[in-house]
Each structure stands twice: as structure tokens, then as C-alpha cells.
């Protein structure tokens, strides 16, 4: 094995370790649990301290586990509850479009597509769970850009003739978004393929999350887009009231 990948190996087990002993680990411990030398232990801990992973308490000496894990583990139990909560707003909007439905949440500079239920007609649209999308010429992700969730990309690539690549005229896209409360994806990222969507807020009035729906260009026509875009802009905002959304007045501006 690599020193790169024993190096995270070891990491990882320590973080295991810690995690099982709440009233924390010293030095010598930690390097008997991990099969390592004391010296070897200490830069181990000194890097995970670094990044937030672990903390030393400087009474006791021990170590435990830091303010990252609670971070990632807050945003982990955040996605879930998205999900879960989703699931029935996904099965209605797919039911009642005939469409296939989305759940995306934000993932760097990509929209990560995290549940869906397909349309079940023969002709569909379908994108498998941990798909990693483009922000830029999604439905989905100009959602979260509009919102506020993520930023615009620096580089805005072109994936059919539609796709949006001026920054000028995307942010005057994502205006209209946050306005009409929907974003339309027409053909900009798979070409014969519509899609519109619209922001997930939670308790604080923060966007999570996006929802939306995709169908074959020809089945969803732009003469059908207005109204399709208000229903997907109806349950979404159902869905943020679940999440505890308060209104109106908690809602994040348009970002752009």
C-alpha cells in the first residue's frame, strides 16, 4: 500500500478510535490503538488537529474528536432529512407532471442529484442518485445559483448550441429565476431534454436543496412551460414549509 493511503488509513482508524472513547485519548493510547510509534501517532493527531478533525484539550492532554466532524456531521444529517422529507413532494410532482422528478442538493460547483422517482412513461428522463451535474445549464443548478446556494462557476462550458456561456446573460437568467421562482433548462444540457425546478428553503430561510422535474423537449413544450414551472414553484414551496420555512420574509434574496 502506498505511504499516501496508509497515511489516510491510519487517519481514518484514529478517527474510529476517538469516536469511541467520548472522554477522549492521550498520545500513548492513541499510538497502542493505531499499531504506531508515539512519534508517528503525534504528527498523525497534529495534522488532524490542523484541519479541525480532532482536538487536544491542553489540561488533560487528551485528544477528541474536533469541530469538523460535528460540521460534516450536521450537514450529513441535513441532507438526509431533505431527502427524507422530499420523497413524497418528488412522487406528487412525478404523478401529477407524468415526468420524471428531481432532488438536488449543492456539491461544490455541481448540483448532486440525490433522489429521484421516474416518470412512467416509456419515453422518460432519468438520472441515477449521486449524478453530479453542471450549475450552469440545469434547472437544478441554476436554482442554487440564483438562490444564493453556490456561487457561478468561472468556467461556463457549452454542452449543446443552448447552453448559457456568457456570465452577463446567465446572471440575467438567474434574475428571472429568482423572480418567477422557477428556473427552465431548455436543452441547454442534454439536447431534447426540458427540465424546470425550483428552491428548497429550510427553517433559517436558506436554500438546501432544489426540486424539480425533466421530460422529452417534445412532451415538455415552452408553450407548457409557465404553468409547469408554477406547480414545480407550488410544491417546492409546500416542501419548504415542512422544512420550516416561515415566509416570504426569511427567503434569501436573489443572489445575482
Same mark, same amino acid.
Not at 500500500?1 to 487517519?11: G, H, I, N, Q, V
Not at 420523497?87 to 404523478?95: H, M, Q, S
Not at 408554477?230 to 419548504?240: T, Y
Given at each position: ?11 481514518l482508524m484514529?478517527?474510529?478510535v476517538?469516536a469511541?472513547?467520548?472522554n ?7 499510538? +497502542? +490503538? ?5 512519534? %508517528?501517532?503525534s504528527?498523525?493527531m497534529?495534522?488532524l ?15 477528541r474528536? $474536533?469541530p469538523r *466532524?460535528v460540521s460534516? %456531521?450536521? *450537514?450529513?444529517?441535513?441532507?438526509? %432529512?431533505?431527502?427524507?422529507?422530499a ?9 401529477e ?19 429521484? *422517482?421516474? #416518470? #412512467?412513461a416509456t419515453l !422518460? ?7 453530479l451535474?453542471?450549475?450552469? /445549464?440545469?434547472?437544478? $443548478? !441554476?436554482?442554487l445559483?440564483?438562490f ?9 462550458t457549452?454542452y449543446t448550441p443552448?447552453? *448559457? ?6 446572471r ?5 429565476? /429568482?423572480? +418567477?421562482g422557477?428556473?427552465v ?5 442534454e439536447?431534447?431534454?426540458? /427540465?424546470?425546478?425550483?428552491p ?7 436554500v438546501?436543496?432544489a426540486?424539480?422535474?425533466?421530460g422529452?423537449a417534445v412532451?415538455? %413544450?415552452?408553450?407548457k412551460?409557465?404553468q409547469?414551472g ?9 416542501? #419548504?414549509e +415542512?422544512?420550516?420555512?416561515k415566509?416570504?420574509e426569511?427567503q434569501?434574496?436573489c443572489?445575482h
Open positions: 500500500m502506498p505511504d499516501e493511503m496508509k497515511s489516510l488509513a491510519r487517519a484514529a478517527l474510529e476517538l469511541a472513547s467520548p477522549g485519548l492521550v498520545g500513548t493510547e492513541l499510538a +497502542q +490503538q493505531l499499531h504506531v510509534d508515539k512519534s %508517528s501517532a504528527r498523525l497534529q495534522t488537529v490542523r484541519y479541525g478533525f480532532a482536538e487536544r484539550d491542553m489540561d488533560t492532554r487528551r485528544f474528536l $474536533g *466532524i460534516l %456531521s450536521r *450537514i450529513v444529517l441535513a441532507q438526509l %432529512s431533505v431527502r427524507d422529507q420523497k413524497a413532494f418528488l412522487r406528487r410532482l412525478a404523478e407532471t407524468g415526468e420524471t422528478a428531481h432532488l438536488a442538493i449543492p456539491a461544490q460547483e455541481y448540483a448532486l442529484h440525490l433522489d429521484q *422517482i421516474e #416518470s #412512467s !422518460k428522463v432519468s438520472t441515477p442518485v449521486g449524478t451535474v453542471p450549475l450552469h /445549464c440545469t434547472s437544478l $443548478g !441554476k436554482v445559483l440564483a444564493g446556494a453556490v456561487p457561478i462557476p468561472e468556467k461556463l457549452g443552448r447552453t *448559457i456561456t456568457d456570465p452577463a446573460i446567465l440575467i437568467h438567474l434574475e428571472q429565476t /429568482c423572480q +418567477q422557477y428556473a433548462d431548455d436543452e441547454e444540457y439536447w431534447g431534454v426540458r /427540465c424546470l425546478a425550483s428548497v428553503f429550510d427553517y433559517r430561510g436558506k438546501v436543496a426540486i424539480g422535474v425533466s422529452p412532451r415538455v %413544450s415552452l408553450e412551460t409557465p409547469l408554477a406547480f414545480v414553484a407550488k410544491v417546492a414551496g409546500e416542501l #419548504s +415542512q422544512m420550516k420555512f415566509g416570504p426569511s434569501n434574496d443572489a
